[in-house]
């Protein structure tokens, strides 16, 4: 499994992947595009995170993509704005 932030990961494997190999694959993903190393790590953090809510069918989450989505963002940038905002909730 390969992950990319703009494509919704099949939720059935997601779940049935590991935090860790969740992780490794978001890391991979930034890592390929040649995110900064400050950013990568908050990008690992969250961003299975988010994508973990997604899959497991977490109403606030989908409620917040859907809205994102139809206000024009791609579906990385919108993934990205709900982990910000998850992201301050964390201290």
Same mark, same amino acid.
């Given at each position: 499994?390969?992950?990319?932030?703009?494509?919704? &990961?099949?939720?059935?494997?997601? !779940? $049935?992947? @590991?935090?860790?190999?969740?992780? +490794?694959?978001?890391?991979?993903?930034?890592?390929?595009?040649?995110?900064?190393?400050?950013?990568?790590?908050?990008?690992?953090?969250?961003? &299975?995170?988010?994508?973990?809510? !997604? $899959?497991? @069918?977490?109403?606030?989450?989908? +409620?917040?993509?859907?809205?994102?989505?139809?206000?024009?963002?791609?579906?990385?940038?919108?993934?990205?704005?709900?982990?910000?905002?998850?992201?301050?909730?964390?201290?």
């Amino acid at each position: 499994m390969t992950y990319d932030p703009n494509a919704a &990961p099949d939720a059935a494997q997601w !779940l $049935a992947l @590991g935090e860790d190999e969740r992780m +490794r694959l978001v890391c991979s993903y930034y890592e390929s595009v040649g995110t900064p190393s400050a950013d990568l790590q908050v990008h690992v953090a969250v961003q &299975p995170v988010v994508e973990t809510y !997604l $899959a497991m @069918g977490v109403v606030a989450a989908s +409620r917040a993509l859907d809205r994102l989505l139809a206000e024009g963002l791609t579906r990385h940038e919108a993934t990205n704005a709900i982990g910000n905002v998850l992201e301050s909730f964390s201290g």
